[in-house]
């Protein structure tokens, strides 16, 4: 099993540099996988499933994921706090599975727990209470039954909220909270966490033999997370592939 964990891409039409890399990306490692798991936000916002025909950009963001599908690969898509309106008629364009807000994978004997990882950032009052009512089934029902004029008016209020609230919200507090951490693997019952989210890369090991990967957005040069041979490798991004991304 060749698996690869990506998460945190933001893309959007404007941002060249990143969308260049994701060319790469799936013209390039994708296709010599077994498995991709794209775990959440893997566009900038997404204002739900019935823009899908009308958005040119989307549609060929899809199709990239098709290719690789029909190639062979299993792809996997959660939804983040940016798509969260994400639904089956986008998995279905891309040749992919939507994942549960919270996946198990094995990975060979050992198995791993897959989410955004939002949901751990519990110092983030604010934002968790806006989050329960955007995750609801509801919720995307009704946005996705929305006229798009409304849609784009709610994203953008949406946005602009997002970065005053972060503007003056400190950085520990938009983390994940360690008491969440602990709860989720009791909870879960495992020992091995994979999630985005938080955009701070890192490979956490706990005294009790707990791991947490933490994984990159796209506009840093960390790269992406591969499994193979029975552990966990991080490829980092090659210099061609490096240039100034909006984030």
């Not at 039409?13 to 991709?36: K, N, W, Y």
């Not at 029909?70 to 969260?84: C, K, L, P, Q, S």
């Not at 990159?216 to 552990?231: I, P």
Request: charged share 25%; hydrophobic share 45%.
């Amino acid at each position: 099993m060749r698996a690869l964990f990506i998460s945190d891409l933001h893309l959007h039409e404007r941002d060249v540099a990143t969308h260049a890399r994701f060319i790469a990306f799936m013209h390039g490692p994708a296709r010599q996988a077994s498995h991709l798991y794209v775990i959440g936000d893997l566009f900038h916002v997404w204002l739900g499933d019935r823009m899908l025909p009308s958005d040119d950009y989307a549609l060929s963001v899809a199709a990239e994921f098709r290719a690789v599908n029909e190639a062979g690969v299993a792809i996997f898509i959660a939804r983040g706090n940016r798509d969260f309106m994400l639904g089956q008629a986008f998995a279905r364009a891309c040749g992919a599975t939507l994942l549960a807000e919270q996946t198990h994978v094995d990975l060979g004997s050992k198995r791993a727990l897959l989410l955004h990882g939002d949901e751990l950032c519990t110092d983030d009052v604010r934002y968790q209470r806006v989050r329960r009512v955007l995750r609801t089934t509801l919720f995307r029902v009704i946005g996705d039954a929305l006229p798009v004029a409304w849609r784009y008016a709610i994203a953008r209020k949406l946005r602009r909220e997002s970065d005053a609230h972060k503007a003056v919200t400190a950085m520990r507090i938009m983390d994940a909270n360690h008491a969440a951490i602990e709860r989720t693997f009791e909870r879960q019952g495992v020992t091995l966490m994979i999630h985005g989210h938080t955009h701070r890369p890192a490979d956490h090991l706990s005294a009790d033999g707990k791991r947490r990967i933490v994984l990159s957005d796209w506009q840093q040069a960390f790269g992406f997370l591969e499994w193979r041979d029975g552990d966990f490798h991080v490829n980092a991004w090659p210099t061609t592939q490096l240039g100034s991304a909006s984030n």
